[in-house]
C-alpha cells in the first residue's frame, strides 16, 4: 500500500512539472513452455558385449543336469522315496514265512532167543526228515502299516535335505556364471584382485565337481 501512494506522488510530481505522463504498459506474459521428455540415461555398458559375454558361457553342464546329478550322487532323488513306499506297501500284502526242518535219526537192538534155535542181535535203524512251511498274512497291515508311516517320515527329512542340497547347487551354479562374466565383461586390474577371483573359481568348481561328480572347465 505503502508503496502504491510512493508511485502516484512521484506521478503527481512530474505532472506539476510539465513531463509528459509516463505509460505503464504490462508486458505480455508468456505461456510457459513445454518442457521436453528427458531421455533415458545411457547405460554405462556395451549390451552388445553383454549379450555375446552370456552366449560364450559354457553350456554343460546346464544347471538341471547340476542339479539332478546332485541329488543322485546324494541318494536323495524323488524316486527312491517312491520307490521305498511302494515297496513298504508290498510287503504288507506279502505273507511272513517260516521254514522248519526236522531230521531223526532211530537205531534199535532186538534179541530174538527162541528155543532149539541160536540166539541173534538184529539192529534196527531208520532215518526220519520232516520239513514244515508256515505262511502268515496280518490282513490289518493292509488298511495301516507302520513301515508306511516310517517311511513317510523318511521321505519328509529327505524332502527337506533335498531342498537345502538344491539351494546350495544352485547359489553356487550362479556364483560361478557370475565370476565367468566378470573375466570377461570387467578383468580385474590389480594381480590380489584377479587371483581371489581365480581361486575363488577353482574353489567353486571344486565343491560343485564334489557334490555331482561332473567334470567342470
Not at 509528459?20 to 521428455?37: D, L, N, R, V
Request: glycine content about 4%; proline content about 6%; aromatic content about 6%.
Amino acid at each position: 500500500m505503502r508503496g502504491s501512494i510512493l508511485v502516484l506522488a512521484w506521478l503527481g510530481v512530474l505532472a506539476w512539472l510539465g513531463d509528459p505522463p509516463i505509460e505503464i504498459t504490462a508486458a505480455p506474459i508468456e505461456a510457459p513452455t513445454q518442457a521436453e521428455p528427458l531421455e533415458p540415461p545411457a547405460p554405462d555398458f556395451d549390451p552388445e558385449r553383454l549379450a555375446a559375454a552370456l552366449a560364450a558361457l559354457p553350456e554343460h553342464p546346464s544347471l538341471a543336469e547340476v542339479q539332478a546329478a546332485a541329488l543322485r550322487h546324494a541318494g536323495i532323488d524323488p524316486s527312491q522315496a517312491r520307490r521305498t513306499l511302494q515297496r513298504a506297501r508290498a510287503a504288507a500284502a506279502a505273507p511272513r514265512v517260516s521254514v522248519q526242518f526236522d531230521h531223526r535219526f532211530d537205531q534199535g537192538w532186538v534179541l530174538d532167543q527162541e528155543a532149539g534155535s541160536a540166539d541173534s542181535l538184529r539192529n534196527d535203524a531208520g532215518n526220519q526228515s520232516v520239513l514244515r512251511v508256515d505262511a502268515t498274512w496280518d490282513l490289518d497291515r493292509l488298511v495301516f502299516s507302520s513301515d508306511e508311516l516310517r517311511v513317510t517320515r523318511t521321505a519328509l527329512d529327505l524332502a527337506d535335505w533335498r531342498e537345502r542340497v538344491l539351494i546350495e547347487i544352485t547359489q553356487l551354479y550362479f556364483e560361478r556364471q557370475r565370476i565367468l562374466l566378470e573375466a570377461r565383461l570387467a578383468p580385474a586390474s590389480e594381480l590380489e584382485d584377479a587371483l581371489d577371483r581365480a581361486l575363488r573359481l577353482r574353489e567353486i568348481e571344486g565343491v560343485l565337481a564334489g557334490l555331482t561328480g561332473l567334470e567342470f572347465e
